[in-house]
């Protein structure tokens, strides 16, 4: 999408930023441009931005970031021994992330930030652990942006948290994501019900008639 080609570009190239929804919305396709502009507008700088917001987890160093992608080749063997392969599928892109989120962290708005957190006694680490907590308790899925792309269904497969006498005011997590694919199913009753056949399958509740010979 194109708003993961601007989100990425004005991404840190240590940055990961996790939101709870799509940060941008599905509008008609009737919307007006500067309503379009608008909405883009509105998600990159929820993404983007150092800004503390409900929904968002944001780290503030990322170490390493992994992308995988991967494909499954199905095979089968032959009488003679061989395998022969004839079929493919793309498999679920899994994320891995290790870094930092601190109490201090340092940005051009940390002296802020900290002062913020002295005086009303908040733990920015621990914010961040309990939103894990959280997401990871829902298995809901969740939006991705990260320097190198965007992912708009992901879900939290793992996390570890540590913290130790060098990390201070902070900790240090390795997160693992795995992408997820919402397929809507369709249940549809049966055309006729027993006691229709029975009787000579005349119309039924949903409207469906099965005559039991050729008209």
């Excluded at 990961?16 to 441009?33: E, F, H």
């Excluded at 992912?151 to 994501?177: H, K, Q, V």
């Amino acid at each position: 999408m194109a708003l993961g080609g601007i989100i990425s570009g004005v991404f840190g190239l240590r940055s990961i930023t996790i939101v709870q929804t799509d940060p941008m919305p599905d509008l008609p396709p009737g919307a007006s441009v500067a309503l379009r502009l608008a909405a883009r507008a509105k998600a990159v700088a929820m993404v983007a931005t150092s800004i503390d917001l409900p929904g968002k987890w944001r780290a503030d160093t990322v170490y390493t970031q992994t992308h995988t992608r991967k494909r499954e080749v199905t095979s089968h063997p032959v009488e003679n021994g061989f395998r022969i392969s004839d079929h493919s599928r793309q498999l679920p892109v899994t994320l891995a992330f290790r870094g930092v989120v601190s109490d201090t962290p340092v940005d051009l708005f940390s002296g802020l930030i900290s002062q913020v957190s002295l005086a009303t006694l908040r733990s920015r680490s621990l914010e961040a652990k309990a939103k894990l907590d959280a997401w990871f308790a829902a298995g809901e899925p969740l939006y991705c942006a990260t320097s190198i792309g965007v992912y708009p269904s992901m879900i939290l497969e793992s996390y570890a948290i540590t913290r130790d006498e060098a990390s201070g005011g902070a900790i240090e997590f390795d997160l693992s994501l795995t992408e997820i694919r919402i397929a809507s199913e369709v249940l549809a009753n049966a055309l006729v019900d027993d006691a229709a056949l029975l009787s000579g399958a005349g119309p039924v509740t949903n409207g469906g008639t099965l005559p039991m010979a050729p008209a």
